[in-house]
């Protein structure tokens, strides 16, 4: 059986899209996503996103890391996908229901819901204070833990930190009290509504760009006047992200590209 797939990005975060919602679906498991996503020996992404039939939006989008984990949410993925459509689109998650919206062929906004900020929405393995966290690792400060759709740690540091990201944010990960697991960002305040921002995701690592680390860090800059108004501008190595959080919803805007098109033999991953 050949399957179709899509190649794209969301400032350098790679996904390969499978469109399961017509046609016979790809046998998928955690072995398969694994092999999938493996860049030597497969397609080669951060994520695999599969687009399924759903009874409470237009489409459904689940989204599984290269380790073959599945994630609940991921605000790059959302524009490629609003993109791909072509027009306004809802999309059920299983971190739920987000709308995007195309504002050309190559940029779309994407209304990631309501941030939370209780332990037990992180989900933490205790109940603690969240703003910041009690505990740290290594020489960091305190984090501050928030849910956008995924769990997020993110620790406000000075400039020479960011760069010991992939040396700190795996023990941070480790640590049993995410026993969900938890996407670590490093951030830097570098104006009055800009930050420069470090993600080490989930089930990935270390990532060109992630949207809802860009959405968490950006509301918690404002939560707690690190920065002076919103929009915020999210600064990563991928690129630039919008992010507005006037206390409600949180709204990303940024790119999306289409990288190419091809098909591939099941039992070359099964």
């Known amino acids: 059986m050949r399957a179709p797939f899509i190649k794209m990005h969301g400032l350098g975060n790679d996904f390969v899209i499978l469109d399961q919602r017509s046609g016979p679906p790809v046998p998928l498991n955690g072995g398969m ?6 860049r ?11 687009l399924e039939p759903s009874s409470a939006a237009d489409l459904r989008m689940r989204i599984f890391n290269a380790d073959g984990d599945e994630a609940r949410a991921c605000g790059n993925a959302a524009r490629a996908v609003c993109l791909l459509q072509g027009c306004d689109v809802s999309i059920e998650t299983a971190g739920g229901l987000i709308h995007a919206r195309a504002l050309d062929d190559a940029a779309a906004e994407v209304d990631m819901g309501r941030p939370r900020f209780a332990w037990d929405d992180i989900p933490l393995g205790y109940a603690m204070d969240t703003q910041p966290m009690p505990i740290t690792w290594h020489d960091l400060p305190g984090p501050f ?3 956008v759709g995924n ?12 760069d010991r990201l992939g040396e700190l944010a795996p023990a941070v990960q ?9 996407n670590v960002s490093f ?10 921002l470090r993600v080490w995701e989930r089930g990935a690592g270390a990532t060109l760009a992630c949207g809802t680390a860009a959405c968490a860090a950006a509301v918690l800059a404002l939560r707690h006047k690190r920065l002076v108004s919103s929009p915020v501008t999210v600064q990563q190595p991928g690129g630039d992200l ?9 709204l990303m805007t940024g790119a999306a590209r289409e990288t190419f098109r091809g ?5 070359d991953f099964a």
């Open 242 to 250: 919008r992010i507005a959080w006037t206390g409600d919803t949180v």
């Open 151 to 162: 769990p997020h740690a993110v620790f406000f540091v000075d400039p020479p930190t960011l």
């Open 40 to 50: 030597t020996t497969g397609i080669g992404c951060d994520q695999l996103i599969v």
């Open 145 to 147: 833990a928030v849910n």
């Open 174 to 182: 480790a640590d049993p009290v995410f026993h969900e697991g938890v």
């Open 187 to 196: 951030a830097h305040v570098a104006g009055p509504a800009t930050l420069n």
């Open 33 to 38: 996503v694994q092999a999938l996503c493996h």
């Open 263 to 267: 098909t591939f033999d099941t039992r």
